[in-house]
């Protein structure tokens, strides 16, 4: 259609909550609303902010998500999760998230413009992103649409391809996905998901937990370092069958040129296992697995900020330090056998130099 006959958006313009802030121009939309740019001009700066589509507002079901996500989002605090302000319903009935506004390109785009990525750049970015559903999920809050379009690389304070996970269990459940082929799955009221990278429960319909995060995670993961899904298939539905039913391929199997070592295969098969209890138990689990199979132990640097973007305490890495720097108690024993002989010899000689005197 000519832009000169595309119907208007009504949000593009318009104030909004009293004049706080000015939506100037959209920059994304999907099936539950459109994201626009908007000016805040009494904190001097720009957002986004993501808009319920008004005729979704009347579905009980929808809205009712949309506010309770939103509360959740708004109580995460980790740096790699994207910020959200606040959360209001405008004038007409339409409901709306305040974010902040991310500048750079997603994964998915990343991937496809430069190819696989290289294991040293991509561990730590899947590190942070980790440490980002680490918290999510002590809260309780499982994200349920992992793809590589929901993890934004974003240049922040001088930081290159930082990663900010997108959309912290806001269902996609209507229309449109971003991916193309991507379908909704409806059983048992609101089951949904992209299929490339649902797990094998979430492809079922069952409950879902952390450890199906973990398992769409491990398949970003997969086409980061081989620019390839663990299956190959024609179809969205043979996506789904696929994850339930059969083994996914190895790194190897899909770029053998690369030359990944078999404790990263080791990795990634576990995380990719169809039973959740056979997959790594939590986010900070799988960051540590990856962390050990891009370096040993012995040669990979700790430091407070790593703990901290993994969610570790730091009390765990100084406690680990002291560990580093124990001796064995025969060492220990001889030590302070030598001090006290030296400390009695001191003493002898003292009271000698008294007595003649």
């Not at 313009?13 to 609303?33: A, P, T």
């Not at 626009?36 to 589509?53: C, D, G, Q, S």
């Not at 995060?213 to 491990?218: H, R």
């Not at 398949?219 to 081989?226: A, H, N």
Request: charge should be neutral.
């Amino acid at each position: 259609m000519d832009a000169a006959m595309r119907p208007k958006d009504p949000f593009i313009g318009r104030e909004i909550l009293d004049g706080q802030f000015q939506i100037i121009q959209k920059i994304g939309s999907g099936g539950m609303g459109s994201v626009y740019k908007a000016a805040e001009p009494k904190m001097n700066r720009m957002v986004a902010i993501k808009i319920l589509h008004p005729r979704l507002s009347g579905r009980k079901d929808l809205a009712s998500r949309f506010r309770r996500e939103a509360r959740a989002m708004s109580q995460l605090s980790h740096p790699n999760t994207v910020r959200v302000f606040l959360s209001e319903e405008l004038d007409d009935g339409s409901l709306c998230i305040v974010m902040e506004l991310l500048e750079g390109r997603s994964l998915n785009q990343a991937v496809r413009r430069d190819g696989p990525m290289p294991l040293d750049k991509a561990v730590p970015i899947l590190s942070q992103v980790c440490g980002a559903l680490q918290e999510a999920h002590v809260m309780g809050i499982v994200h349920r649409d992992l793809k590589p379009e929901n993890i934004y690389l974003c240049n922040q304070g001088g930081l290159i391809d930082y990663p900010k996970v997108l959309d912290f269990g806001l269902a996609k459940v209507t229309e449109q996905q971003m991916r193309p082929g991507s379908l909704i799955l409806t059983q048992e009221g609101m089951v949904f998901g992209t299929p490339e990278f649902m797990s094998p429960e979430q492809a079922q319909g069952k409950p879902l937990d952390a450890r199906s995060d973990i398992y769409s995670l491990a398949v970003i993961l997969f086409e980061m370092l081989t620019g390839k899904l663990p299956f190959v298939t024609q179809t969205p539905m043979e996506y789904i069958q696929k994850h339930v039913l059969e083994k996914p391929r190895t790194l190897a199997e899909s770029a053998p040129e690369r030359g990944y070592s078999q404790q990263l295969e080791f990795v990634v098969a576990k995380a990719l296992a169809k039973r959740p209890e056979d997959r790594w138990q939590s986010a900070i689990e799988f960051a540590r697995s990856l962390e050990e199979a891009l370096a040993p132990p012995a040669s990979r640097p700790s430091s407070m900020l790593d703990a901290r973007m993994l969610g570790v305490t730091p009390t765990s890495v100084v406690a680990s330090k002291w560990a580093a720097l124990s001796v064995s108690p025969v060492v220990l024993l001889l030590v302070v056998s030598v001090a006290c002989m030296l400390l009695g010899v001191i003493l002898a000689v003292a009271i000698l130099q008294w007595v003649v005197r």
